[in-house]
C-alpha cells in the first residue's frame, strides 16, 4: 500500500485496494504449472477415455494400494496474484526426488 501512497500521495487500506480491484474484475487466482513438454491432446484423450483404477479393481483385473511417503520434490511452488484470468507456466517435466535418511 505504501507504493500507491508514494505514486499517487493517497493512502489506502488493505480492505480499499481489495475492493477496487474486485470492482475492476479482477479476481485472487492461483498460478498453475503446466509441464513444458506437455501433449495437451494426449491428455484430454487419456482423461476422456481412460477408467479409473477403483473401477478397473472391481472388475478384478487390478489390485490398488495406497501408500504415503515422504520426499522432496523439485518443483515450482507457485501462489495467487490478483488477475483477469489465471496463469499458467511452463515447469520442469516430472519429478526429481531426493531420498533423506532419518536418524
Not at 487466482?29 to 477408467?51: C, H, W, Y
Not at 501408500?67 to 496474484?81: C, K, Q
Amino acid at each position: 500500500m505504501s507504493t500507491i501512497e508514494k505514486l499517487t500521495g493517497l493512502k489506502r487500506s488493505e480492505k480499499q485496494v481489495m475492493k477496487f480491484l474486485k470492482k475492476i474484475g479482477l479476481r485472487h487466482r492461483k498460478v498453475g504449472a503446466i509441464p513444458s513438454k506437455a501433449n495437451v491432446d494426449e491428455q484430454e484423450n487419456f482423461k476422456k477415455n481412460a477408467r479409473p483404477p477403483s473401477q478397473r479393481s472391481e472388475e478384478g483385473k487390478r489390485a490398488v494400494f495406497f501408500i504415503d511417503a515422504a520426499h522432496f520434490v523439485l518443483a515450482p511452488f507457485l501462489g495467487y496474484l490478483w488477475c483477469f484470468t489465471r496463469l499458467f507456466l511452463k515447469a520442469p517435466s516430472g519429478r526429481q526426488r531426493f531420498n533423506v535418511l532419518g536418524l
